[in-house]
């Protein structure tokens, strides 16, 4: 298995599922700045020329939070049964993450980081909408290590590099529960092999 990937991108997910799950796979490197994500040979796997990008003998897979959940779901680890509440739960932290907080995440990242306009109308407005996303996060981390009652799941993959990307911004301000759920994932061996180069 195959897995295109550009460093410090979303493309950490898979790759910190995988090592999670101790599972061998090929790491292949693009380096976007050269145009690597562009070339005919990536647009024919990935049409918007982005990574991740899943190889396997059953085809092509992209969308971060899809891979994660397709190779939990192969290897039978990291995510609870098909049909039980927590895998509903599952489903919900895994959504939340990319619709309530990701979006915004990205709107800021783009102000602040990108533009240097950290004070601009869209950077407060995101900066508001990413408070009140963390928040929810907060309340739920507030007597648990992670998100979903049976343990670290594909769900805290996706969640915790959401909001490991707004604490990392500066965007998380009194979610004293998510700053701790950050620095847990930061500490886990599998995580730090994933971001380590
Ligand atoms: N929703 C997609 C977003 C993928 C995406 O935006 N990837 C960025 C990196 S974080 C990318 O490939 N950028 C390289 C480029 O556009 O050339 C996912 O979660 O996989």
Redo the contacts with the bound molecule.
């Keep these: 298995m195959k897995l295109y990937y550009?460093p410090k991108?979303?493309?950490n997910?898979p790759r910190w599922l995988l090592e999670e799950l101790g599972v061998p796979y090929e790491l292949i490197r693009?380096d976007?700045t050269k145009g690597d994500?562009?070339t005919a040979a990536h647009l024919a796997r990935?049409p918007?020329?982005?990574?991740?990008v899943l190889e396997t003998n059953d085809g092509l897979l992209?969308?971060?939070?899809?891979?994660v959940l397709q190779l939990a779901d192969l290897h039978g680890k990291l995510i609870p049964a098909v049909g039980t509440h927590e895998r509903g739960l599952v489903y919900q932290w895994l959504f939340f993450a990319?619709t309530e907080l990701?979006p915004q995440c990205t709107i800021f990242f783009r102000e602040k980081v990108v533009a240097k306009t950290p004070g601009s109308e869209a950077a407060l407005k995101a900066k508001e909408k990413i408070g009140e996303a963390v928040r929810v996060l907060d309340a739920q981390l507030a007597n648990r290590e992670w998100l979903v009652p049976s343990g670290f799941s594909a769900a805290d993959i996706v969640v915790g590099s959401v909001a490991w990307w707004a604490n990392r911004m500066g965007a998380v301000e009194n979610a004293p529960n998510v700053v701790a759920y950050v620095e847990r994932i930061a500490k886990r061996p599998a995580y730090q092999r994933a971001v380590a180069d």
């Design positions: 550009v991108t979303r493309s997910r693009l976007a994500t562009h990935h918007l020329g982005h990574v991740p992209f969308e971060s939070a899809a891979i990319m990701e």
